[in-house]
């Protein structure tokens, strides 16, 4: 593990850091097609799902005013589905996608289709006994709010820092710059579970990442053509291992 600077904020990311979801989006899609006559297989939507998530613009809305911002985000998340079942095939058995789509979107600004990674509560507990900041950098939207709270977690961060609100999404540099910009960038670790998002991102930034490499990511490690001169870890309480060694 490479030697860090002592840190007096930690941001992390949300989705796959401190929480994941219970059932693929593939599942859950099915289900809920299902409900209206739309019959798929899970995997195959699972697939398609996260294609169409990757090949989407960020969720990030520069131009939109805080008034327009939910509108904006539930349509950029209704663009994603669309494309979605599209390329599942089946896109036009929907009389009325958007429709079909709002009790999905609604779902998951709910605690139910998340879970909260063991290693989570301690580690937070930890850090703010240590009196170290921690905030949120996340490329989820305003639902996040909601979850963080319903899974007793908005207590321990001083701010949450969202894409579709900073109107930028990472590994853009800004919404880095603008969570930290109270703070010397050589004080803060940004740890995360994507490589490209929240390492690139925050390392952009002038910041510490730290790679979370979980037993079960939500999504598969990209190729990497080189050792990583990035400390990884596989859940946080190694984070916590650092802070103690820097301690003593």
Known sequence: MLPLDPPQLITLDAVGTLFGLREAVGTVYARFAAAVGVHLDPATLDVAFFKAFQAAPPCAFPEVGASQRA????????????????????????????????????????????????????????????????????????????????????????????????????????????????????????????????????????????????????LPDPPLPHTLAVPQISDLTEVQVILRKRAS
Do not use: C
């Open 71 to 218: 509108e904006a985000e539930f349509k950029w998340w209704q663009g994603v589905a669309a494309d979605t079942f599209e390329r599942a095939g089946v896109l036009d058995q929907f009389a009325d996608f958007e429709r079909f789509f709002a009790p999905i979107f609604a779902y998951y600004a709910t605690a139910e289709p998340w879970f909260l990674y063991g290693d989570v509560l301690p580690a937070l507990k930890d850090w703010q006994g240590q009196g170290i900041a921690l905030m949120v950098v996340s490329n989820f939207d305003s639902r996040l709010y909601g979850v963080l709270d319903a899974l007793g977690l908005a207590p321990f961060f001083k701010q949450v820092w969202i894409s579709s609100e900073v109107g930028a999404a990472k590994p853009d540099r800004l919404i880095f710059e603008r969570a930290v910009a109270s703070y010397p960038a050589s004080q803060v670790w940004h740890i995360g579970d994507s490589w490209e998002e929240d390492v690139l991102g925050a390392q952009g930034a002038g910041l510490q990442a730290i790679w979370l490499r979980r037993d079960r990511p939500l």
